[in-house]
């Protein structure tokens, strides 16, 4: 699931909207006027993992203990 970010060239409207894969253009339609004129603002999106710590035997890196990358 995604989240895109829009905001609508009519009104001024800044939503979200929640799709599975990629956004079309049949997706950008502003809640509010129904216009079509919507662009794309921000995409965000996060990677979340349970616990603290980071978790497992990567620690917080972003490779393996003793990685030179991490």
């Known amino acids: ?6 905001k609508c ?3 001024g409207n800044e939503f979200e909207k929640f ?5 079309k253009d049949s997706d950008k339609e ?3 006027c129904n216009s079509r004129e919507v662009i ?3 995409t ?3 990677i979340g993992s349970s616990g603290s710590g980071g978790g497992g ?5 972003c490779g393996p203990v003793g990685s ?3």
């Open 44 to 46: 965000s999106f996060g």
């Open 9 to 11: 060239n009519e009104c």
């Open 19 to 23: 799709v599975t894969g990629f956004l």
């Open 57 to 61: 035997s990567y620690g917080g890196g």
């Open 1 to 6: 699931m995604a989240i895109y970010d829009l």
């Open 30 to 32: 502003c809640p509010d």
């Open 68 to 70: 030179p990358f991490g």
């Open 40 to 42: 794309q603002v921000f």
